[in-house]
């Protein structure tokens, strides 16, 4: 059996496969914890990007190749320190093989430098080789998530775009980036609503949507 191990502060957790989901390109959870991928920002799923063939679905195409890191090979992950979304910021590894920089040197992640320079050798050699999102000039994800959230505020409740859904799946927020924000509707009769911001939405018991 397959074993993910987890390293918080000294002491480590080993966790078994069955506790892996997959949120997008860059986070993920881990026993019920929230892992953001260190020093990377990766399309969201809802982005698309163009290449010289036209344009493909490059938020998908991200967040595939985690999914299929992290349930090919053993994985660590090393915390770093938490942001606003009672998310852990972490170094992460798939057997060997370092999880941020191999999504940056397959042209699936951009190199955050506004947090970190780690990636940024591997993202010079990604365009290089015009892989993936360096195919052609494209949107980086937080930009997207800056037109996006703007676009969606102008016809929200009060501004706050973001749709707290439920579901048989439980209680999901979709952020204006989402791959599903556009054919979610909000009930307010059912205890749907809308949040400000992701911090309110995780705060009042919902979560983002799994993709495995």
Not at 16 to 25: E, Q
Not at 92 to 97: H, K, M, T, W
Not at 159 to 164: E, H, T, Y
Request: hydrophobic share 40%; with cysteine; aromatic share 12%.
């Amino acid at each position: 059996m397959r074993f993910l191990v987890l390293v918080f502060a000294l002491f480590p957790m080993v966790l078994s496969a069955n506790t892996l989901r997959v949120i997008d390109g860059d986070t993920f959870v881990l026993d019920g914890q929230v892992i953001r991928v260190h020093g990377i920002d990766a399309p969201e799923r809802g982005q698309r990007c163009r290449s010289g063939a036209g344009r493909w679905d490059c938020g998908a195409a991200a967040t595939d190749y985690l999914l299929s890191l992290l349930s090919e090979h053993p994985v660590r992950c090393d915390a770093l320190g938490e942001d606003g979304y009672d998310r852990k910021i972490a170094r992460c590894y798939a057997g060997s093989i370092d999880v941020g920089g191999a999504l940056v040197e397959q042209g699936l992640a951009w190199a955050f430098v506004r947090y970190s320079n780690d990636y940024v050798a591997a993202e010079r050699r990604a365009a290089h080789r015009a892989r993936g999102i360096w195919g052609a000039q494209n949107e980086t994800p937080w930009d997207f998530r800056t037109r996006r959230w703007a676009d969606a505020a102008q016809d929200a409740p009060d501004g706050c775009p973001i749709k707290g859904n439920i579901s048989s799946n439980g209680n999901i927020y979709h952020a204006p980036w989402s791959r599903w924000y556009g054919r979610t509707r909000i009930n307010l009769s059912k205890g749907e609503r809308w949040f400000c911001n992701e911090a309110e939405a995780i705060a009042a018991g919902w979560r983002a949507p799994y993709v495995n």
